[in-house]
Each structure stands twice: as C-alpha cells, then as structure tokens.
C-alpha cells in the first residue's frame, strides 16, 4: 500500500487548503482514512478521518474550518480547510487507520501561511 | 481530549542503553495506545500498537507495557538507527491525540 499526497504548498491568510491522498495497492474498504499535521509548536495533531461509506470524525478545534471526503472511484481521499492562517504552517501527513493504527502514511505535504 | 503526557521530552543515550520512555493518560484509556519512531524527513512509523503488540517487522528489542493511564516503551539494547524521536497515541477516544515526542540522543 501506499499513498500519495499532492496539494499545498504557500497559502495566504484565509485562503483555502486542500490536500488529496490517493492510495495505491489497497482497497479502500474496511479501513479510516486520516489527516494528521505536525509543526514544531503543537506537534503532531489528528485532524479527522472518513471511512469509505463517507463517514466522518473531526477535530473539534477544526471542526468548522475542515472538511474531509473521499471518492473510492479514483482510490483517493481529499482534505479541505477553509480560512487558514499562520497557525495552520504545517507538514501534513494522510494515513491510514485500521487494527494496526496509522500503518501506512503519505510523504508529507510543507504548507506555509504567509502573507 | 484525553492528554497524553511523555517523559522526559528528551534523554541522552549510548548503544547498547536500555531505555524506557513513559506515557500517562489523562484518563484510562485501556490498551489502546501506539508507539511511533520518527526520523528527521519522515512520517512516523509504528512500533507497538494495542500497548503491547509489536509490529511485524520491528526489531524485537522495542517493547511495550501498560493499561489504563500509564504505559512505557522500552528498548533494549539501542542500536545506531534507533536515534529518533518516540511518540505515543491514543486510539481510545475521539479525537485521537498524541504525546509531544521523547527525543533519543547520542550521548
């Protein structure tokens, strides 16, 4: 299995991010598909995962600003955040969850906020 | 959110140390807590997941131990690749968090 991320880069204060993560050598079925970021101050955090029915679970301290979805057609889930700002500078990773947690990861995706 | 508390946040060792990293919830949790290995430039890897099981393909020198709030990951025997940083998570609760990271330094 693996993943590969394709998005961000340099956003600008309340523009919008978006990620997506296609999965390679997998079904996406029977397993969540997450985003989790990291930066030096908060280290790493989940931000939320989709099963592939399309069900959710957020952060609630993103949970008005994120939005995840997934199209198993294309063997790829997507992420998006609205109203960024500097506190949102961060590598972000998707992952996927399963009995063995966070067994396989993507590469990392630099997203810097920055007027 | 359940806090996970990692001690310490960084420890100096020698190959061949025996090492023991904690991690303590805020609340229990059960066994419901993984271990990751990071090196500088990638994504985490898991070690140990549901406490105490050991991953396919990790070295039988990590282990981990624990229930409810406290659990420790310990290697015995540090090898130069396990120089890294250590990480904890729960997958108890919604949202899922993680420890800050115990960083494993050559002394």
């Known amino acids: 299995v693996q993943l590969q991320q394709m998005g961000g880069g340099l956003l600008k204060p309340s523009e919008t991010l978006s990620l997506t993560c296609a999965v390679y050598?997998?079904?996406?079925?029977?397993?969540?598909w997450i985003w989790i970021r990291q930066s030096p101050v908060k280290g790493l955090e989940w931000i939320g995962e989709?099963?592939?029915?399309?069900?959710?679970k957020y952060n609630p301290s993103l949970e008005r600003r994120v939005s995840i979805s997934i199209d198993t057609s294309k063997s790829q889930f997507s992420l998006r955040l609205t109203s960024v700002h500097a506190a949102d500078t961060a590598v972000y990773y998707c992952?996927?969850?399963?009995?063995?947690?966070?067994?396989?990861w993507g590469q990392g995706t630099p997203v810097t906020v920055s007027s | 959110a359940i806090q996970l508390t990692q001690s310490p946040s960084s420890l100096s060792a020698s190959v061949g140390d025996r090492l023991t990293i904690t991690c303590r919830a805020s609340?229990?949790?059960?066994?419901?807590l993984a271990w990751f290995q990071q090196r500088p430039g990638k994504p985490p890897k898991l070690l140990i997941f549901?406490?105490?099981n050991l991953h396919i393909g990790v070295p039988s020198r990590f282990s981990g131990s624990g229930s409810g709030t406290d659990f420790t990951l310990t290697i015995s025997g540090l090898r130069p690749e396990d120089f890294a940083t250590y990480y904890c998570?729960?997958?108890?609760?919604?949202?899922?968090?993680f420890g800050h990271g115990t960083k494993v330094e050559v002394k």
């Open positions: 992952a996927r969850g399963g009995i063995a947690p966070l067994l396989y």
């Open positions: 050598g997998g079904s996406l079925n029977n397993f969540n």
């Open positions: 989709i099963n592939h029915l399309g069900g959710t």
């Open positions: 609340q229990a949790i059960g066994d419901d």
């Open positions: 549901a406490a105490s």
């Open positions: 998570l729960q997958d108890h609760n919604y949202p899922r968090t």
